[in-house]
């Protein structure tokens, strides 16, 4: 029996960085973040950390990613600004949404939480927030109104208190809140939702992206950035076990192209099948036509013979008949 956990399974990002709404699902045991400069690796990222961190200094943001003509923070994010000094949201006023999908394998309870913005056009700081928490599941589609927008702060509000009434408020502790200050919000979050755990092991989380390069190997990749200080022993077995699995899937891979082939094979044949009892048939039923007309010949024949014979029969008669009628005549 496995032990019980807690599990992020979706993430919600409603207008934070380039995305204007996205739900993402996760993995239960490992998920892996990868694409070009730019793509949107640490904007996932850097929402985890400041929905678990509930802190919207920049201090804790990915700095590897950034560069002069681009310095991260939160309220960058909610606008959705580039590197060439464009923005997303940057002159209007809007909603903003970030939200964890957290599970509790042991007892299968589902609890969100997450931080909801408002941001007016002329803030030059985030002023009017939320940080809050609810039972059951992100309500469909992921923080997103009827009419398509983004929950304001008051949408929030309510959808926790219908979740306090409604049957997914169930486990320990008052999850539906909207919370006064962040500290309270961390105590719900690492106490009651998480399960007393030390909020340090988050702060140990990975807070620079890495321009991964694999020139020198899976095993020299692992050693640099994911174990700097584990056994080569360790790292060897882990780069195996990362090679059996590339060739398992290339193995894959390959038998999915091999069955591909063998369907359309098997189509091929079935088609071919078809076609040919369809010739058959046919030229059955060519044959039947054959028979039929030679039939009508051989009875258009017997009956030119009859009439032949009869006519033949009829002429003998009329010879027979004419060497009397002379004698008769010659009597006279």
């Known amino acids: 029996m496995s032990q019980?956990?807690?599990?992020?399974?979706?993430?919600?990002?409603?207008?934070?960085g380039g995305i204007n709404h996205k739900v993402l699902e996760f993995n239960e045991y490992v998920n892996l973040f990868s694409?070009?400069?730019?793509?949107?690796?640490?904007?996932?990222?850097?929402?985890?950390?400041?929905i678990l961190y509930g802190s919207f200094s920049p201090?804790?943001?990915?700095?590897?990613?950034?560069?002069?003509?681009?310095?991260?923070?939160?309220?960058?994010?909610?606008?959705?600004?580039?590197?060439?000094?464009?923005?997303?949201?940057?002159?209007?006023?809007?909603?903003?949404?970030?939200?964890?999908?957290?599970k509790d394998t042991g007892t299968h309870i589902t609890t969100c939480v997450g931080i909801a913005f408002e941001v007016r056009r002329n803030d030059s700081e985030i002023k009017k927030f939320s940080y809050f928490s609810h039972s059951g599941k992100m309500p469909e589609p992921g923080y997103i109104t009827e009419e398509g927008f983004c929950y304001s702060n008051q949408d929030i509000k309510k959808l926790v208190n219908?979740?306090?009434?409604?049957?997914?408020?169930?486990?320990?502790?008052?999850?539906?809140?909207?919370?006064?200050?962040?500290?309270?919000?961390?105590?719900?979050?690492?106490?009651?939702?998480?399960?007393?755990?030390?909020?340090?092991?988050?702060?140990t989380m990975e807070k620079s992206a890495i321009a991964l390069k694999m020139t020198n190997g899976t095993g020299q990749f692992i050693r640099d950035y994911m174990f700097p200080k584990s056994t080569s022993d360790t790292i060897g077995t882990i780069s195996e076990?990362?090679?059996?699995?590339?060739?398992?899937?290339?193995?894959?891979?390959?038998?999915?192209?091999?069955?591909?082939?063998?369907?359309?094979?098997?189509?091929?044949?079935q088609e071919l099948v078809t076609l040919?009892?369809?010739?058959?048939?046919?030229?059955?039923?060519?044959?039947?036509?054959?028979?039929?007309?030679?039939?009508?010949k051989i009875e258009a024949a017997e009956e030119d013979k009859k009439r032949l014979k009869?006519?033949?029969?009829?002429?003998?008669?009329?010879?027979?008949?004419?060497?009397?009628?002379?004698?008769?005549?010659?009597r006279s």
């Open 4 to 16: 019980a956990k807690k599990i992020f399974t979706r993430m919600c990002l409603n207008n934070w």
């Open 35 to 50: 694409g070009k400069s730019g793509s949107g690796k640490s904007t996932v990222m850097d929402a985890i950390q400041v």
């Open 59 to 102: 201090s804790f943001l990915n700095k590897a990613a950034d560069d002069a003509k681009n310095r991260r923070s939160v309220l960058s994010y909610l606008r959705g600004e580039q590197k060439d000094g464009s923005a997303n949201r940057g002159n209007c006023d809007f909603c903003s949404v970030i939200a964890l999908e957290i």
């Open 162 to 203: 219908e979740r306090a009434v409604s049957k997914d408020n169930r486990g320990k502790g008052d999850v539906n809140r909207i919370y006064a200050s962040k500290e309270a919000y961390l105590g719900t979050l690492y106490d009651v939702i998480l399960g007393y755990i030390d909020p340090n092991r988050f702060i």
């Open 241 to 269: 076990q990362l090679d059996a699995y590339r060739q398992i899937k290339e193995k894959i891979e390959d038998m999915r192209k091999r069955i591909e082939l063998l369907t359309d094979v098997k189509e091929t044949g």
């Open 276 to 296: 040919q009892t369809d010739m058959i048939r046919t030229e059955s039923f060519i044959r039947c036509i054959d028979i039929e007309d030679l039939r009508a």
């Open 310 to 330: 009869k006519s033949r029969h009829s002429c003998s008669n009329r010879q027979t008949r004419s060497p009397k009628s002379a004698e008769r005549s010659n």
